[in-house]
């Protein structure tokens, strides 16, 4: 079957295509609707998904993309349900926002809070496990802030848009600890060779061990898995 023609620079096509003028309103609700679905989308997948945006940024990128790009690429999307889109998200938006911004509650259930997830060389097991981070991610970040093991480190906060605060003892106050470079790391062993002090793969709990122990359980977090501490 031929293509069907396209009149170029048909305005009304154009601006409404074959849609009555009433359909804008159901534009306008549905793009509400999902406003609200990516909102809460996006809250649920946790802080790595929104890093250095906002949640409410990201959504509002997500959805102005969207509307955006379609009237671009197909003839039968007309113009004006992509502006009534664009009005709808800025003010969803803006009243999501100002609503976040005068009520302490909601903007932390939506936006998350601040978790410190290091603190005096030891990763805080309890709050870490509670957040949408792995400890590989953990100390990516923490190698990209110039730390090559955790006593180095004095607190680390997990933000609320996922960026991660790094707080550093001085030269002469850092403390023995797990290096988090991946050639160390690699040398993890469940059994205690030799004296020395050594720290738990997976808090960070440096402990001294005075001879050879088979299948030591960390003091702090109770797990299996040691490598020698370095300074």
């Given at each position: 079957m031929p293509a069907p023609s396209v009149d170029p620079f048909d305005w009304e096509r154009i601006l409404i295509?074959?849609?009555?003028?009433?359909?804008?309103?159901?534009?306008?609700?549905?793009?509400?609707?999902?406003?609200?679905?990516?909102?809460?989308?996006?809250?649920?997948?946790g802080k790595r998904e929104v890093r250095q945006l906002s949640i409410y940024e990201l959504v509002l990128v997500i959805g102005l993309g969207s509307a955006a790009g379609d009237p671009m690429f197909y003839d039968d999307v007309p113009i004006s349900s992509a502006v009534v889109v664009f009005i709808v998200m800025m003010v969803c938006y803006k009243l999501a926002t100002r609503i976040s911004d005068h009520n302490e509650s909601i903007r932390k259930k939506i936006e998350g809070?601040?978790?410190y997830v290091v603190e005096q060389g030891r990763i805080l097991i309890r709050n870490f496990s509670n957040e949408d981070l792995s400890q590989e991610e953990l100390f990516?970040?923490?190698?990209?802030?110039?730390?090559?093991?955790?006593?180095?480190?004095?607190?680390?906060?997990?933000?609320a848009n996922g960026q991660l605060s790094v707080f550093?003892?001085?030269?002469?106050?850092?403390?023995?600890?797990?290096?988090?470079?991946?050639?160390?790391?690699?040398?993890?062993?469940?059994?205690?060779?030799?004296?020395?002090n050594y720290a738990c793969c997976t808090c960070g709990s440096v402990q001294p061990f005075t001879h050879p122990v088979p299948e030591p359980v960390?003091?702090?977090?109770?797990?299996?898995?040691?490598?020698?501490?370095?300074?």
């Open positions: 295509d074959q849609f009555p003028w009433l359909y804008l309103g159901e534009v306008a609700l549905r793009t509400l609707c999902m406003f609200i679905i990516l909102l809460t989308a996006l809250t649920v997948s809070k601040a978790v990516s970040d923490l190698r990209v802030a110039g730390i090559e093991q955790l006593g180095q480190v004095r607190i680390a906060i997990l933000e550093q003892f001085g030269a002469d106050d850092a403390k023995p600890g797990l290096s988090i470079l991946p050639r160390e790391l690699s040398k993890k062993a469940i059994n205690i060779d030799e004296a020395g960390c003091d702090n977090c109770l797990q299996k898995g040691w490598i020698k501490a370095v300074s």
